[in-house]
């Protein structure tokens, strides 16, 4: 792995922290409100922290990659939602045939994402023209 590579891999991990915190912060702010159902809690929560992920991304991590502004808006929304799903399966698969316990749901699902996002992300999304 080269420099740019593990410098990439590093800004993926921060901003994924990021986001994380920005997320719950959003969540429990959002709950706590007396004005937000939890439906409308979680995905204004969800809503919010997607966009800063995306500009945080688009703006450090891969800012090399000179591909258009809307392939990789399109592009990061749907490794967004892809993500999505696969920790939703990897959680509910980890409950129901390896272990009954959520933090062992929330670690395989942490890591599945975590592997898939950032290899589509680098490999397809924001994809440079030396990859």
């Keep these: 792995m080269n420099r740019e590579s593990l410098t990439r891999l590093l800004w993926y991990v921060i901003i994924g922290f990021l986001t994380y915190f920005l997320n719950n912060f959003l969540l429990f702010t959002f709950r706590d409100s007396?004005?937000?159902s939890d439906f409308e809690a979680v995905a204004?929560?969800?809503l919010i922290t997607s966009i800063c992920h995306f500009i945080l991304h688009n703006t450090i991590t891969f800012r090399k990659?000179?591909?258009n502004?809307?392939?990789k808006l399109i592009g990061h929304a749907i490794v967004t939602m892809l993500n999505y799903l696969a920790g939703v399966a990897t959680a509910a698969f980890t409950l129901k045939f390896i272990c009954n316990n959520n933090w062992a749901a929330t670690a395989c699902s942490t890591a599945v994402t975590f592997v898939l996002g950032y290899t589509l992300f680098n490999r397809?999304?924001?994809r440079t023209s030396k990859q």
């Design 44 to 46: 204004l929560a969800f």
């Design 124 to 126: 397809v999304v924001y």
């Design 65 to 67: 990659s000179k591909r």
């Design 69 to 71: 502004f809307s392939t």
């Design 34 to 36: 007396e004005y937000f």
